[in-house]
């Protein structure tokens, strides 16, 4: 697609979400109750349990009734797919860290699978909701369509055409493994407050997204798919720190060089290219 070919793949950062609802369960006559069933209920003809059971299978959608619980970065480098995961506990961690990787790859493009129509403007809400002042990046407040500058592969794949296809469509057209294989994003409410460890399930499925997002581009532009890097950013906690901007001192020196040391030669040529690419204050 020519729409693609313009893009430097390494200059794009790839993400997708996971949301929750804010609750487990709705009480009757609270606030929140009462916001949703104002939404939800507008003919007055849903009774009580109706409207809870709307609130468990539809609050995750909307950012009023919802929470960010997890997000998945995803780089292009040398030709291998390199993913952080951001799943904190508290929900204004999660988007501070998330928006300070943005703010670091301030140069690169935003892309996703509904990005620009879901995934952004849910987390610049919640950060706005959490008192974040969010990266201009996240930022499309008084912009026209047309002057967002995301990729958002949905759009893109269906240009002029009435329908659009899902993520799962698109990756088993190319022939590419279902991101779905496991839980799906209307799973993750339930799976989030009822399943013990369960964050770790949903982060998983939120990094099958990207990746899956990833090779969707790579074949649109009649390209290979990728294959995951081995973890050299991934649950590695310095690395995520100085992906997104942390301080690098003496200390960080120090565990950064003694990290490397422990790596592959394939696996540093790897790291230094991404900490030359984003760490201003750890190149050299």
Do not use: H
């Not at 879901?118 to 990046?137: E, Q």
């Not at 590419?176 to 496991?182: A, E, F, N, R």
């Not at 013990?196 to 290979?224: A, H, Q």
Request: glycine share 8%; hydrophobic share 40%.
């Amino acid at each position: 697609m020519r729409e693609l070919k313009k893009y430097k793949e390494e200059g794009l950062l790839f993400y997708d979400i996971e949301t929750a609802r804010l609750e487990n369960s709705l009480e009757t006559d609270s606030p929140l109750y009462n916001s949703w069933d104002y939404k939800i209920n507008k003919d007055g003809e849903m009774t009580d349990e109706e409207v809870k059971g709307s609130f468990k299978s539809e609050a995750g959608l909307y950012p009023e009734f919802a929470k960010v619980v997890s997000i998945v970065v995803g780089k292009i480098v040398k030709g291998k797919i390199f993913l952080i995961t951001v799943d904190n506990a508290e929900e204004k961690d999660l988007l501070e860290e998330f928006n300070s990787i943005v703010s670091r790859n301030a140069n690169s493009t935003l892309t996703g699978f509904v990005n620009i129509g879901f995934d952004t403007p849910f987390v610049f809400k919640r950060m706005i909701i959490n008192g974040i002042t969010a990266s201009n990046s996240l930022d499309s407040s008084g912009l026209k369509p047309w002057e967002v500058s995301e990729l958002d592969l949905a759009m893109v794949w269906k240009g002029t055409s009435f329908s659009r296809a899902s993520l799962t469509n698109i990756a088993t057209a190319f022939g590419l493994p279902s991101p779905k294989d496991d839980i799906t994003g209307a799973d993750v409410g339930e799976v989030y407050w009822n399943e013990p460890g369960g964050l770790k399930r949903i982060s998983s499925y939120c990094r099958r997204d990207v990746v899956t997002t990833i090779n969707i581009f790579k074949r649109m532009r009649l390209e290979e798919a990728l294959e995951v890097a081995n973890g050299i950013i991934e649950d590695q906690p310095l690395i995520i720190n100085l992906f997104g901007g942390g301080p690098y001192g003496v200390k960080e020196q120090k565990e950064l060089t003694g990290l490397f040391k422990t790596l592959s030669e394939e696996q540093r040529d790897y790291g230094f290219v991404i900490l030359n690419a984003v760490v201003s204050s750890a190149k050299g």
